[in-house]
């Protein structure tokens, strides 16, 4: 078996009650500080579409790659009002995809030859439909059990358990 010649990044925000926002990166994009603030006013704008009841409230959580902790993309989040989930440092297993998407992805997808990046993308697409609300209602009770652990073990504390996202 060859690895696949084709790639795509997906980008992909989601809540308790399931993806609120996805993009696929365009072939040959970089994800840097100016194309991500792109994508989050995209997605503050999808929030206010999807999710009216939280448009106001939602907060974002994001690791500390270089582009989620640019200058600009701080300055972004602080004009719109965005409140952020701090990523404790040396703490990468936080991330809701890693422990949700990844390895249905990896299932489902091993093994598959993609003759065309349509083809991968409507393939993701569908995976990501036939994932049940459940699915996303524990993600997030993981999400938040693995955040207040990583404080926790950094001698830190989560004031309050304000994580209704």
Not at 34 to 44: C, D, I, K, S
Not at 46 to 57: D, E, L, N, S, Y
Not at 63 to 91: G, R
Not at 135 to 145: D, E, L, P, R, V
Request: hydrophobic letters at 35%; a positive charge; aromatic letters at 10%.
């Amino acid at each position: 078996m060859s690895k696949s010649k084709i790639k795509s990044m997906l980008i992909c925000f989601l809540d308790s009650q399931g993806i609120v926002h996805k993009e696929f990166v365009p072939p040959g994009q970089t994800v840097n500080q100016t194309f991500y603030r792109e994508v989050l006013e995209r997605l503050r704008k999808r929030v206010a579409c999807v999710r009216p009841g939280i448009a106001r409230t939602w907060m974002l959580h994001h690791d500390n790659a270089p582009c989620h902790t640019a200058v600009s993309i701080n300055e972004f989040v602080a004009e719109k009002i965005i409140p952020v989930v701090s990523q404790p440092p040396y703490s990468p297993d936080l991330s809701p995809c890693d422990f949700l998407l990844f390895p249905q992805f990896k299932n489902h997808l091993k093994g598959c030859h993609f003759g065309t990046l349509d083809n991968i993308q409507k393939s993701v697409n569908d995976k990501l439909k036939g994932i049940p609300a459940e699915a996303f209602q524990h993600c997030y009770k993981q999400w938040k059990q693995r955040l207040l652990h990583c404080v926790a073990a950094q001698g830190n504390y989560f004031k309050g358990d304000n994580l209704d996202l």
